[in-house]
């Protein structure tokens, strides 16, 4: 019987039962350490034919002791944290969920624009205080967003602002500039969205900030900054410092730099509080979302270890 690890924690949580998908076609499921512990892994992946692995790093040293490995399935999108070259070089045919959480990343951007706009966690928080004090927000309907990356999540969020209103700025430096207008929005410079956008959304994929000191410097008055994609998009100094002056109104995010020591970081500051909204990697935790990454994993697993190609393979 083949055997896959499953390192992930929410593979199969959903309302999609992909353990029996894979018992079914004769593969053992074998749930290990979502931290990839190397010494919790080790036996396990010596008799590993697959590996569905969620967002912790994937080194040379851990496929080294995986022998058999014939596939590595990334549970989600992006795929940093493996090694390409490893993965390659033990001819290991690697894998991502592409689009799997596109709309739920989306919507929970959606979300948290709102809560920052009108202080909705804060005021939730004061009430629980029976403190009915009231916090005056700012309405999206009529604002520009500025939205900086123009993958499948930002497509998604700039159709959906669109209806609810908002006028549309796009910054993606690879995608053509009369795609965009095309499409209904403008095409826009990091600058020009600094100066200009009221709400400014991050969706850009690697860890080039974006978000500095200089930012700051030039930010309209009260904007307000959301960051659903990655921590090292913004320098949190600055936007802790942004938000004490006045450049920006409220940061919200579903990502924090040094999660381990949450608390050391610029934004947990006291003073600051009431304008920042931070959530726990919420991104892709919709069940719909859990459903289409477990079932897109299982499907690339499965045609792989039967010895065809998978439906999603990342370029080695």
């Avoid at 005021?123 to 604002?143: C, F, H, P, T, Y």
Wanted: proline share 3%; charged share 20%; glycine share 8%.
């Amino acid at each position: 019987m083949k055997k896959v690890i499953v390192t992930s924690r929410s593979f199969g949580s959903g309302s999609v039962d992909c353990v029996a998908k894979l018992t079914h076609a004769g593969i053992e499921v074998i749930f290990a350490d979502s931290k990839h512990d190397l010494v919790e892994l080790g036996e396990k992946l010596a008799t590993a034919d697959a590996w569905i692995a969620g967002t912790s790093p994937v080194t040379d040293e851990m496929l080294a002791l995986a022998p058999k490995l014939k596939i590595l399935a990334r549970y989600g999108v992006g795929f940093e944290s493996v090694d390409l070259s490893a993965a390659k070089a033990r001819e290991i045919v690697v894998t991502n969920t592409p689009g799997a959480n596109s709309l739920a990343v989306a919507e929970l951007t959606i979300g948290l624009t709102i809560a920052a706009l009108r202080g909705i966690a804060q005021s939730a928080q004061k009430v629980v205080q029976n403190d009915w004090s009231v916090i005056r927000g700012q309405q999206l309907e009529g604002s520009i967003v500025g939205i900086i990356g123009f993958g499948r999540i930002g497509r998604i969020l700039a159709s959906k602002l669109q209806a609810l209103g908002c006028e549309i700025w796009i910054c993606d430096p690879f995608i053509n500039a009369n795609e965009i207008v095309q499409l209904g929005y403008k095409a826009k410079t990091p600058i020009e969205i600094a100066v200009a956008a009221q709400i400014v959304s991050l969706n850009a994929p690697g860890d080039v900030q974006i978000v500095d000191a200089g930012w700051m410097a030039v930010a309209q008055p009260d904007q307000v900054i959301i960051n659903t994609a990655r921590a090292e998009l913004v320098d949190e100094s600055a936007i802790a410092d942004g938000l004490r002056s006045g450049a920006l109104f409220a940061y919200a995010a579903d990502t924090l730099k040094g999660e381990k020591n949450s608390k050391e970081s610029p934004l947990m500051a006291t003073d600051i509080a009431d304008k920042v909204t931070i959530t726990a990697h919420l991104g892709a935790q919709t069940v719909g979302a859990v459903d289409l990454m477990g079932e897109m994993s299982t499907a690339n697993v499965m045609a792989v270890l039967a010895g065809g190609s998978p439906l999603n393979p990342v370029a080695l």
